[in-house]
């Protein structure tokens, strides 16, 4: 949607396993932010990367991660599991103005 | 603080114009956005003003923004059934492609 693209739409898992998300912004665009949305917290800020290279980062614990390849397709890790993990997670390609993808609803169970 | 405040809840009638406020923190704020989601989806990039205009408009949408008071506001004309979603507000700080966002308005739309 509007030159993003997430995968998968949806996904189911269990506590303590690990999750990968994908990000693909549409080509030319070099940098994706990451932000996930949950009911309690609303939208929070993930983390930022750029040609390969995290250039920003959101307040959330280790066991979050990611990165980017040479293509621009970004990835998110999410290690260990944990039931408040369960969200939406939302990609978008920063270049101004910012576009979102569809997102990856995650659920823990 | 790092809040940006919208009200939660807007009720308005079919036809009738929808105003959704939002107050940003940063005044050095080089963007400012409003998203639209439906049930179950995504973000919907609506409008975005920089922060040197004080308004603009696109077809139906009007955004104003009041710089010295850090407010924005999105004004939606003729509002139809489908306009009922939940609507962001957002700032985009001068820290790359960070975005800030409110907690989100829902407007209700009744025929």
């Known amino acids: 949607k509007a030159g993003v693209t997430q995968t998968p739409r949806y996904l189911i898992k269990t506590r303590g396993q690990q999750v990968t998300l994908s990000c693909s912004p549409i080509?030319?665009?070099?940098?994706v932010s990451w932000y996930q949305q949950t009911p309690g917290q609303g939208l929070q800020f993930l983390f930022e990367?750029?040609?390969?290279?995290?250039?920003n980062k959101g307040n959330f614990p280790g066991r979050f991660s990611g990165r980017q390849f040479s293509n621009s397709r970004s990835e998110m890790n999410v290690s260990t599991l944990e039931l408040g993990d369960s969200a939406l997670y939302l990609c978008?390609?920063?270049?101004?103005?910012?576009?979102f993808g569809d997102g990856t609803r995650l659920s823990i169970l | 603080g790092e809040d940006v405040e919208q009200s939660l809840f807007l009720s308005v009638r079919e036809g009738d114009s929808s105003v959704i406020n939002c107050t940003y923190t940063?005044?050095?704020?080089?963007?400012l956005y409003w998203y639209k989601q439906e049930p179950g989806a995504g973000l919907q990039l609506l409008t975005y003003?920089?922060?040197?205009?004080d308004m603009k408009q696109d077809q139906r949408l009007t955004v104003l923004l009041n710089k010295k008071d850090k407010h924005l506001s999105l004004r939606i004309a003729d509002t139809q059934t489908g306009d009922s979603a939940i609507y962001f507000c957002?700032?985009?700080?001068?820290?790359?492609?960070?975005?800030?966002f409110g907690q989100g308005t829902e407007l209700s739309v009744k025929p």
């Open positions: 978008a390609r920063s270049r101004q103005p910012q576009h």
């Open positions: 080509s030319g665009h070099r940098s």
């Open positions: 990367y750029f040609s390969e290279t995290q250039r």
């Open positions: 940063d005044s050095s704020s080089t963007y």
């Open positions: 003003i920089f922060s040197n205009m």
């Open positions: 957002a700032e985009r700080r001068n820290q790359g492609g960070k975005l800030i």
